[in-house]
């Protein structure tokens, strides 16, 4: 009776400290995400902030292309993952209904083949360590909504 006592009380330790585990910031695809969703690299005043306008169209192979244009930004890839923090340097991430798609190091990108419905496209603005820019408490991002036939 006592090792049936003791592997349940066993049991329920181990089973709480894997859930609680999993509910720390990095462990977990969707945890993961979150966290750097909430991570956020506030714009002081004193710096030049930088911005993002864009377009999503239909393109010549029926795909979607998503084209973006910033400003008093800069595309660094190689320096993803440090934590330097420059206010005007890094990557985007594209949001596609809310999920992430995947990181931009540049202006294009295809989305591929949609399907028909109205979609959300957000891209956001972050730096070397993922934090999205933030200025006077809203994101520096882009955001369309497309309907596809």
Do not use: C
Not at 59 to 71: A, H, K, M, V
Not at 84 to 91: C, L, M, P
């Amino acid at each position: 009776m006592y090792r049936v006592i003791s592997f349940f009380v066993l049991f329920s330790f181990v089973s709480l400290m894997l859930y609680l585990h999993n509910l720390s910031g990095h462990s977990g695809t969707m945890n993961h995400a979150l966290a750097h969703q909430t991570n956020q690299i506030l714009i002081p005043d004193n710096v030049t902030a930088p911005s993002i306008t864009g377009s999503v169209s239909k393109d010549l192979s029926g795909t979607w292309l998503l084209e973006i244009e910033t400003n008093h930004f800069t595309f660094e890839p190689e320096k993803v993952g440090t934590q330097d923090i420059s206010y005007n340097e890094g990557h985007a991430h594209i949001y596609l209904d809310g999920i992430k798609v995947n990181r931009l190091y540049g202006n294009y990108y295809n989305l591929d083949n949609l399907s028909p419905g109205k979609h959300e496209i957000k891209v956001t603005l972050n730096g070397n360590n993922h934090g999205v820019f933030v200025l006077a408490g809203k994101e520096i991002a882009y955001t369309e909504t497309i309907e596809v036939p």
